[in-house]
């Protein structure tokens, strides 16, 4: 299939148009030209080679059935097969968000651990909805995301694969990504999907492959069949608490060796049971993605200001006493805020997330006198419950102090959350 | 930001693209002027492709072969860094040689020494004729060579003189050999075979038990298709009697 020139008009099945403006990459399957849709600038996907009838209707259908969610550059009108091929106009990815690879790589850095947790959580939120909606994603891989790494908002992207759960779209994953059951040849589905998730989410925060340690860097050359044995038949966790043959390698894996003891334990202990023998080959008890949401934001209730040297911090939480990440100060911890299971330390400059949706709900903040104090940022005002039984409200961009015995309802897009204020 | 600006690339395996070009005397003219431009444009495209790939980082190697054999650097070169020496056409076909000698530096000790490993390499042999040496000698050493065995192997036969069979036995499968019949289509089967032979570990794949060696050979043949004067010898195209070499003299 030869490429499409400036100003070729390619019409689409809803009786539209796009004119092509200019080449903005091209990837094994395609071409993603910039057009133009009755003066609004849009992407087009256009196959080298025109993929079947199957997967034409299939594409028909998922931009019939809309996005799962805003996490998606979903697919919004499909083109009549012309000139050989075909393909389906997308929306164009904003400039401020990068390709994943390029975090791997090194060539952008998230600007905090705030925006590396939101990008985590979009992920997974992204993933539980194209899942609830009976989908499977089939391909996930780290050329799936583009991020913005200042505010971790993430736009998955190539979901043209997509597919209703246990159909088959043909395609089997790429190498390092696949779950084991599909190197050995099974169909991808959402519990393979489910595995890809929880490399992406290692690699996001890790900045290092789970399955590649000492063992994997001993062989000098990756043949097919290596692969399928290191990345599928006999996989083993960089940090398997049983198994330490494929640790990670000083000088080579330096970002995990680094961050390992850094994240919380809860997020260590979830890596360590998701990546373990029993659950690599078990795919159905693979955790779903709600529960990686609960995870994620449980990593971000530990992660505070350090109030000597300002910077974020992770703390565990179970003492009055945290430990700063970056310089071993040591930070009281002892005013909390519980929410169901939840125990968020409440520090100076501290942002609160109630629900998983990125954005803060309160700030935590000191008065001239050194009391500390709660600020709603939330658009709702919350209901507190003094321990003699008054009660106050926190209208948004209110304060309340931080002290013992408050109960507050929160209430977040009409649902509330019960939480108490307690010093442990 | 101490710990988040405190990070490095992910270990990249490397891929090491060998561009085996015969350079004998019938070569001359045209078909060594296309090799060179062709080689000399695709390495900024293969830069680009190794820069963004957190997979794989892309180095290059040329082995030119006439009366002997000779390497354009005596390492893989990262293509930003490989300056393309414009290679000249004289003397004999000393194929069985530059196996020998491919067979040499396909070892740990000697080009595929790497800290973090090495992906199999992809070998591009370019030829216009037959070996005038002890080529299956060569060969056969070579074949023995496990990096060689994994490796993906395409040959370009330049126009019908090519010896064909040698180039299958060299690459194990007359599918891997693509006859090209003009100027332009050498240049753009060149730039064909290296790039999808650089992207091919960081794609999705849609078959399991598919090679390296057998996408790019699919990949390629599709795009052969669309390439006038080029063809797969495993579906040769009709000939074409405009497209020859004679007038090139």
């Given at each position: 299939?030869?490429?499409?020139?400036?100003?070729?008009?390619?019409?689409?099945?809803?009786?539209?148009?796009?004119?092509?403006?200019?080449?903005?990459?091209?990837?094994g399957q395609g071409i993603v030209y910039l057009v133009d849709?009755?003066?609004?600038?849009?992407?087009?996907?256009?196959?080298?080679?025109?993929?079947?009838?199957?997967?034409?209707?299939?594409?028909e259908k998922n931009i019939m059935n809309g996005a799962p969610s805003d996490a998606f550059l979903w697919p919004e009108h499909l083109t009549n097969r012309q000139l050989g091929s075909f393909g389906y106009v997308m929306q164009l990815r904003p400039k401020n968000y990068y390709e994943f690879g390029n975090y791997l790589l090194a060539k952008v850095s998230f600007k905090?651990?705030?925006?590396?947790?939101?990008?985590?959580?979009?992920?997974?939120?992204?993933?539980?909805?194209?899942?609830?909606?009976?989908?499977?994603?089939?391909?996930?891989?780290?050329?799936?995301?583009?991020?913005?790494?200042?505010?971790?908002?993430?736009?998955?992207?190539?979901?043209?694969?997509?597919?209703?759960?246990?159909?088959k779209s043909g395609i089997m994953g790429k190498a390092r990504y696949m779950a084991p059951e599909i190197v050995a040849g099974g169909i991808p589905d959402k519990r393979s999907d489910r595995f890809s998730l929880s490399v992406i989410l290692f690699m996001l925060f890790y900045a290092n492959h789970p399955f590649e340690g000492a063992r994997v860097v001993a062989c000098p050359c990756m043949t097919e069949s290596f692969e399928r044995k290191?990345?599928?038949?006999?996989?083993?966790?960089?940090?398997?608490?049983?198994?330490?043959?494929?640790?990670?390698?000083?000088?080579?894996?330096q970002n995990v060796?680094?961050?390992?003891?850094?994240?919380?334990?809860?997020?260590?202990?979830?890596?360590?049971r998701e990546f373990s023998q029993e659950y690599l080959q078990n795919p159905e008890k693979r955790m779903i993605e709600q529960n990686w949401e609960k995870i994620i934001s449980?990593?971000?209730?530990?992660?505070?200001?350090?109030?000597?040297?300002?910077?974020?911090?992770?703390?565990?939480?179970?003492?009055?006493?945290?430990?700063?990440?970056?310089?071993?100060?040591?930070?009281?911890?002892?005013?909390?805020?519980?929410?169901?299971?939840?125990?968020?330390?409440?520090?100076?400059?501290?942002?609160?997330?109630?629900?998983?949706?990125?954005?803060p709900d309160a700030v935590v903040s000191k008065d001239a006198n050194g009391v500390?104090?709660?600020?709603?940022?939330?658009?709702?005002?919350?209901?507190?419950?003094?321990?003699?039984?008054?009660?106050?409200?926190?209208?948004?961009?209110?304060?309340?102090?931080?002290?013992?015995?408050?109960?507050?309802?929160?209430?977040?897009?009409?649902?509330?959350?019960?939480?108490?204020?307690?010093?442990? | 930001m101490g710990l988040l600006d405190d990070v490095v690339s992910v270990p990249r395996r490397t891929m090491t693209l060998f561009f085996v070009i015969d350079t004998s005397g019938s070569m001359i003219g045209n078909k060594i002027g296309a090799v060179n431009d062709a080689v000399e444009n695709v390495l900024p495209m293969l830069d680009e492709i190794s820069a963004s790939n957190p997979d794989a980082e892309i180095k290059v190697a040329a082995l030119e072969f006439s009366n002997g054999c000779n390497w354009l650097y005596d390492e893989p070169k990262l293509a930003s860094e490989f300056v393309w020496q414009d290679v000249t056409a004289s003397g004999l076909t000393s194929l069985g040689a530059a196996c020998l000698e491919l067979n040499s530096k396909l070892s740990r000790s000697g080009f595929m020494q790497t800290p973090s490993g090495s992906f199999a390499p992809a070998i591009i042999l370019l030829s216009d004729g037959g070996p005038t040496d002890d080529f299956y000698g060569g060969l056969s050493k070579l074949k023995a060579n496990n990096w060689f065995k994994n490796a993906i192997k395409i040959a370009i036969a330049i126009g019908d003189d090519a010896d064909k069979d040698v180039l299958t036995q060299f690459t194990g499968t007359n599918e891997a050999v693509f006859t090209v019949h003009n100027i332009e289509a050498l240049k753009q089967i060149i730039r064909v075979v290296a790039v999808t032979s650089s992207q091919i570990g960081s794609k999705s794949s849609t078959a399991g038990d598919i090679t390296k060696q057998e996408q790019v050979i699919k990949d390629v043949t599709e795009a052969a298709k669309d390439i006038n004067g080029a063809q797969s010898e495993a579906a040769p195209a009709p000939a074409n009697p405009s497209d020859n070499y004679d007038d090139w003299d």
């Open positions: 299939m030869a490429d499409l020139a400036k100003g070729t008009r390619i019409s689409l099945t809803d009786g539209g148009c796009v004119t092509i403006v200019k080449e903005l990459g091209r990837g849709l009755n003066g609004e600038q849009k992407a087009l996907k256009w196959y080298l080679t025109a993929p079947d009838e199957k997967f034409y209707r299939n594409l905090s651990f705030t925006a590396m947790l939101a990008a985590a959580m979009k992920i997974c939120n992204g993933f539980m909805m194209l899942h609830r909606c009976g989908y499977s994603y089939q391909d996930l891989n780290d050329g799936n995301f583009f991020i913005d790494p200042n505010n971790g908002d993430v736009l998955i992207c190539d979901n043209d694969n997509v597919m209703p759960q246990g159909e290191f990345y599928g038949s006999e996989a083993i966790f960089v940090y398997d608490p049983t198994n330490n043959t494929n640790r990670p390698v000083r000088g080579i894996h060796i680094r961050r390992w003891p850094v994240f919380p334990s809860i997020l260590r202990e979830t890596f360590e449980q990593v971000r209730d530990q992660l505070v200001i350090c109030p000597t040297c300002q910077e974020e911090t992770f703390v565990e939480t179970n003492g009055s006493r945290g430990k700063c990440i970056n310089r071993g100060c040591t930070i009281d911890i002892s005013k909390r805020l519980l929410i169901n299971n939840r125990s968020l330390p409440l520090t100076d400059k501290t942002e609160i997330f109630i629900d998983n949706d990125n954005t500390l104090l709660i600020k709603n940022i939330s658009s709702d005002k919350w209901m507190v419950e003094t321990p003699s039984g008054k009660i106050k409200t926190v209208e948004s961009q209110d304060i309340m102090p931080v002290k013992e015995g408050l109960k507050i309802t929160f209430k977040i897009r009409e649902i509330p959350y019960r939480g108490e204020i307690t010093i442990i | -």
